[in-house]
């Protein structure tokens, strides 16, 4: 094996290659383009792995998700169960999460929307990019990924709308105590804050990057590709493979299992307006994940809807109908109709906990367009699962799974 070979892994959607390639040449390590559609790989030619960022599938679904079920990440976690380096970054690090590598319990983490705070309240969310200051954790983690020595912390891009690492207490605590909190945003300094702009996407910790337990594999959200401030990463990267550290503790984290929530039935609010918007053009996210279902043995069609709920106080906002309508605000015409699906025992509506569009829609219509009858809204998915064709009871459960994250957001049956 040539120890300076490192996989720089790709999937529909990934940028930053090339940048990839030229941190990787700076520190003496050979960059070589892996595809996800490749075959004939053998991996066991490779001393490591890079998965890079970009929106691997247009982020359908929630970022990383169906990149995370591809047949080459088993290989990968095959490889770095050998003790081999992997790497993701931004995108990357989405996938990482999605596909469980870092910890056995893979409800246990998520990465999800930005959110902005400033004396705990939201200022914003969604695509952000700047420059950080990250360092790393003082804790008993020696893997690929610690740069002992740094004296000072790093400054590096970011640029990403799902960032923020959300967890249970019991989870931060337990990654805390296996060093598992490697990457922190802080400031200039060293300081650690956790208002806006040092944590610059609401992460729980101010958490930047975590690894799993060996210390070998690390999911990290700014980008040292695209600086010579990060190449201190790939150096490490190069250091652990040529002294050929084996693996001194198990691979992934296994925490006590995180509790599935009991499914709920939704119901609207007593005094407001629910709209439910189908696209008029081809739907990719269905689509896509219709064939991440098919490859695991279940030819099913998927419907998805966008669900608004305006909540008001009093009956004000359902004679303001129309006036919503043509703010062009909820939906567009254009691309989008209202419609009232039939309701089936296979539709459930997926809906964010921390609804940060609801967030900003409320201000938008109250603000801006002067809609002082409304209290708050709450936006969701609702998805459709055509299973007149299939009698697996299974299916259903792994549907929900699928479209639906436990820490990030609520499904509630129809």
């Not at 995108?91 to 998520?110: P, R, T, V, Y």
């Not at 960032?163 to 931060?172: C, H, I, Q, S």
């Amino acid at each position: 094996m040539n120890h300076a070979r490192i996989a720089v892994v790709q999937f529909p959607g990934a940028n930053c290659e090339r940048e990839t390639h030229m941190a990787l040449k700076r520190v003496g390590l050979e960059g070589c383009d892996v595809y996800w559609n490749q075959t004939g790989i053998n991996f066991d030619h490779y001393a490591g792995f890079i998965i890079i960022g970009g929106f691997s599938y247009e982020d359908r679904g929630r970022a990383g998700l169906i990149a995370a079920q591809d047949t080459i990440m088993q290989k990968i976690k095959i490889q770095a169960a050998k003790g081999k380096p992997v790497l993701g970054i931004c995108n990357g690090a989405q996938i990482l999460i999605e596909s469980g590598m870092l910890i056995d319990d893979k409800h246990a983490i998520a990465l999800t929307d930005n959110m902005r705070l400033l004396k705990a309240k939201p200022l914003g969310n969604g695509y952000y990019n700047d420059w950080v200051y990250i360092k790393p954790e003082s804790n008993k983690n020696e893997g690929c990924f610690h740069p002992i020595n740094l004296k000072q912390p790093i400054y590096l891009p970011i640029a990403h709308a799902e960032g923020r690492f959300v967890m249970a207490k019991n989870t931060l605590d337990y990654l805390m105590t296996n060093g598992a909190t490697l990457w922190r945003y802080c400031d200039a300094s060293g300081k650690c804050d956790d208002a806006f702009p040092i944590n610059p996407n609401g992460s729980v910790y101010n958490l930047a990057g975590i690894t799993n337990a060996a210390g070998n594999i690390l999911a990290l959200m700014p980008h040292p590709e695209r600086t010579t401030n990060g190449d201190i990463l790939f150096s490490c990267m190069k250091d652990y493979i040529l002294a050929s550290k084996p693996c001194k503790k198990a691979t992934k984290l296994t925490p006590k299992p995180s509790i599935t929530p009991r499914m709920q039935h939704f119901s609207s609010a007593a005094h407001s307006l629910v709209f439910v918007i189908q696209s008029q053009i081809t739907d990719d996210a269905a689509i896509s994940l219709q064939k991440v279902l098919k490859s695991r043995g279940y030819e099913v069609p998927l419907t998805r809807y966008r669900f608004i709920e305006i909540v008001g106080q009093n009956d004000q906002i359902k004679q303001q109908y129309s006036e919503l309508c043509q703010t062009g605000e909820l939906y567009n015409p254009n691309k989008e109709t209202l419609v009232t699906p039939e309701l089936e025992d296979n539709m459930f509506l997926v809906r964010p906990n921390d609804d940060l569009k609801g967030l900003m829609l409320t201000r938008t219509l109250r603000d801006c367009y002067g809609f002082s009858g409304i209290d708050h809204i709450e936006t969701g998915l609702i998805w459709c699962v055509d299973t007149k064709d299939s009698k697996d009871p299974n299916l259903l459960p792994y549907c929900k799974t699928l479209l639906h994250h436990p820490l990030t957001s609520q499904c509630l049956l129809f």
